[in-house]
């Protein structure tokens, strides 16, 4: 006779053998991430020290670890316009301890690159969007023009055009500077650097003249009187700043915002995922933190990892329109 539930139990105990290995390795993620963070996390800035990105990451891991009462270290890996950290994240477990601050360039660099080592759609998970800046198009102080349009007149004054730094190919102020070259009609010579502290230095020095950089980056260089900005990429004027018009007033339609956000590997657990945001969700909100973004014009909102992917696709149109248009090309 059929003894259906003394059945029911050994099969019940040889399929919990055979699944030992699985379930023992799950609970790896699993558990983990309910008591995540319980040891430091990397936070991977593919980006130099001092740039928009980097300065802004600093201020909210900052506040992050002493709300979580866990080191987040800021691991600054730059390279190929932010590609050659994005691929060491994309690449890392995804476990919760490493953490992806990138930028625009995230949505950049596909338009203009074939060869990436990883894809933000398959490899990466958005987590929050942290900031959205404008930038400033900086001068050194010794610079002949001190307008925009002062700017534009020498640039079609000068044979073969002007030389215009970016952060770097494919980054943001690199696309600000063709927004700005094709608005106006000039020639110019994009000249990449690696990162807008590297840049800002330049500028400051008079290796370079003008130049793109992250307003949240490169204001204290401007208040402290080392650079003259001639104009940012926002709207209307900046509360920092009063006196630096937008580019719009002279060239309608030139709005160029560089974004910051956390991403983490595909696969990193939906708890790690939702503590993340929420811990950002707080950083934001803090006042000291809201004080000192405000003061580097930096944008804030709180979101969710959906509505930061909603961005996301509408930045890589945005983009990837301004290249196809531009007709821009990287070597």
């Known amino acids: 006779m059929t003894r259906p539930i003394a059945t029911g139990r050994r099969l019940g105990r040889r399929a919990l053998l055979q699944a030992a290995p699985a379930v023992l390795a799950a609970p790896a993620f699993a558990q983990s991430a309910a008591n995540w963070p319980d040891r430091p996390v990397r936070v991977i800035v593919p980006w130099p020290p001092g740039g928009g990105a980097d300065t802004v990451g600093r201020i909210l891991f900052t506040h992050v670890s002493e709300a979580m009462r866990t080191s987040f270290v800021i691991e600054n890996r730059p390279g190929a316009a932010g590609a050659v950290g994005a691929a060491v994240a994309a690449r890392a477990e995804p476990d919760g301890y490493t953490v992806l601050y990138d930028s625009t360039p995230q949505t950049i660099n596909p338009a203009l690159r074939s060869d990436l080592p990883f894809d933000l759609w398959r490899d990466l998970r958005p987590v ?54 094709l608005a106006a009609g000039i020639p110019a010579n994009h000249v990449p650097y690696r990162g807008g502290g590297p840049l800002a230095n330049d500028v400051i020095g008079g290796q370079i003249l003008y130049g793109f950089a992250n307003a949240s980056g490169a204001v204290g260089h401007v208040k402290g009187g080392s650079v003259r900005a001639l104009c940012h990429t926002g709207n209307g004027r900046l509360a920092s700043l009063p006196d630096v018009p937008p580019m719009s007033d002279t060239l309608p339609g030139t709005v160029a915002f560089e974004w910051n956000g956390a991403f983490v590997p595909t696969g990193t657990p939906d708890a790690v995922v939702t503590r993340l945001n929420e811990a950002l969700n707080a950083a934001v909100r803090a006042p000291a933190v809201a004080t000192r973004l405000a003061e580097l014009n930096v944008g804030t909102r709180p979101n969710t990892p959906e509505e930061f992917t909603a961005f996301l696709h509408s930045e890589w149109d945005k983009w990837h329109r301004v290249v196809r248009d531009g007709n821009i090309r990287v070597d």
């Open 128 to 181: 929050f969007l942290a900031a959205v800046v404008p930038n400033l198009l900086i001068a050194t102080n010794s610079a002949p023009a001190k307008t925009l349009p002062e700017l534009i007149a020498a640039a079609k004054a000068t044979p073969g055009g002007l030389n215009i730094g970016s952060s770097g190919t494919g980054s943001a102020q690199h696309m600000a500077l063709e927004l700005f070259r």
